[in-house]
């Protein structure tokens, strides 16, 4: 089993390749009932195969989620997964410099 450190590792691998990113920031824009990979491919403009290659390290990592709609594939984002590994980015923020129990914004660089 892996933990919180592993899995936020992995995610933040798949989101390290600009196609992937892109792929993402697509979906996340999308309808919620999932954008169809077609026109991913014709929005991002990139081979078929390449697409899905992306698509099943997202979906792998847990980022996005697949629903076959009879021959469609639609993407969605996981928001949920997206929302957690953010909150792990700064679940730490102000514990190390004495500032424990602040604001966040006060000391993470946030406004």
């Known amino acids: 089993m892996t933990g919180p450190v592993e899995q936020a590792a992995e995610q933040l691998k798949a989101l390290g390749h600009p196609v992937r990113l892109s792929i993402l920031r697509r979906v996340v824009q999308g309808p919620v009932a999932g954008t169809p990979a077609g026109e ?36 969605r984002a996981d928001f949920g997964s997206l929302r957690a590994l953010t909150d792990y980015l700064w679940q730490d923020c102000c514990s190390g410099g004495g500032a424990s129990g602040s604001d966040p914004s006060s000391c993470c660089g946030r406004d």
Not at 41 to 46: A, G, N, P, T, V
Not at 52 to 73: F, K, Y
């Open 40 to 75: 991913l491919q014709s929005r991002l403009d990139i081979p078929a195969s390449t697409l899905s290659h992306h698509l099943a390290t997202l979906a792998d990592a847990g980022l996005v989620q697949v629903a076959r709609e009879g021959t469609t594939l639609r993407y």
